[in-house]
């Protein structure tokens, strides 16, 4: 409890108040209570805080199905207290559309890394937005495949430094990065495409609604939805997490914009 508790003597409504006015952090009931394996200052933390925000405040813990990947966030199932399933590298897509069309009633995510996503798994994810499987894949874009060390990804920018581009990326050498949003967002099965970033308050925010509209949308059959978000790996790219919130700000958004891409046409 804190000082201004204990100091005043408040009746029992006044105290909650008190408390909540004071609330800088709370976590969700759908977020186990337990210690993350996340590096300091790692999006995936974030994100899987505001995923379960958004699943507690629509009510539908026990009607939400998650599919893990393999990456850095391959335990994504002993934090998110929703029924999970694990894939194989790069199969999350292939595996919630095996799951939604099973249980058409439950809402279907995947949480996936963009090794993952727009590596490996880059047909799974393209064939299940193109025939528009209803479901909803977060998409963690940090520009660096964290678990395995911080090789190169699809994703990482021009002139980004990684293990395997240490002069940073050359695009004439190692090509332009994949810009997933906006080739999905080409597709006809796809609903909606947005991209964010949970670099800041605003941003994190943001994000939440993001989440929250792509369940949203899921419920009423739309199809396919992407969140697609521009996150760090402080410990990869060699930074302190606030230093690699500003190159998040400073270098990765100027390249990858946020916002919609894709909306629904009936919102
Ligand atoms: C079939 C297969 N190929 C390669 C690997 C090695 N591997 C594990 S995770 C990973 C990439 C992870 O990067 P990303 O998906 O971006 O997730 P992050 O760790 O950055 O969150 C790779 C290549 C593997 N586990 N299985
Ligand atoms: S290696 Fe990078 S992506 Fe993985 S947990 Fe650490 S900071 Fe996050
Ligand atoms: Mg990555």
New binding site residues.
């Given amino acids: 409890m804190n000082q201004e508790v204990l100091e005043k003597n408040l009746t029992v409504v006044e105290e909650d108040i008190c408390i909540r006015e004071n609330l800088v952090y709370e976590r969700p009931s759908t977020l186990i209570d337990i210690e993350m394996h996340y590096c300091p200052g790692c999006g ?1 933390s974030t994100v899987h805080k505001i995923l379960m925000e958004v699943v507690q405040e629509l009510g539908i813990q026990n009607d939400t199905i998650g599919v893990a ?6 335990f994504a199932y002993h934090y998110l207290d929703v029924d999970m399933q694990q894939a ?3 199969r999350a897509c292939a595996v919630a559309t095996g799951i939604k069309r099973v249980l058409p009633d439950k809402y279907v995510f995947t949480y ?6 727009a ?2 798994g880059t047909g799974e994810t393209i064939h299940a937005a193109n025939r528009g499987e209803n479901i909803l894949v977060i998409f ?1 874009n ?1 520009g ?5 060390s911080g ?1 190169m ?1 699809p994703t990482t920018i021009p002139g980004m430094v990684t293990t395997t581009s240490p002069y940073g990326r050359d695009v004439e050498v190692q090509g332009h990065p994949l810009k997933i949003g906006e080739l999905l967002a080409l597709l006809p099965g796809v609903c909606y495409i947005t991209r964010q970033a949970v670099n800041s308050a605003a941003n994190v925010r943001k994000c939440k609604k993001a989440i929250k509209n792509a369940f949203e949308y899921q419920k009423r059959k739309l199809g396919f939805s992407m969140v697609e978000i521009v996150s760090n ?1 402080p410990s990869n790219w060699k930074m302190a997490p606030v230093e690699s919130n500003k190159y998040v700000e400073n270098t990765m958004i100027p390249y990858y914009p946020l916002g919609d891409i894709k909306v629904p046409e009936v919102k």
């Fill in positions: 995936h990947p393999v990456g850095c966030s391959v194989a590298h790069g996936q890394g963009d090794g993952d996503l590596a490996i963690i940090n660096i495949y964290g678990m395995t090789q990804a790996c």
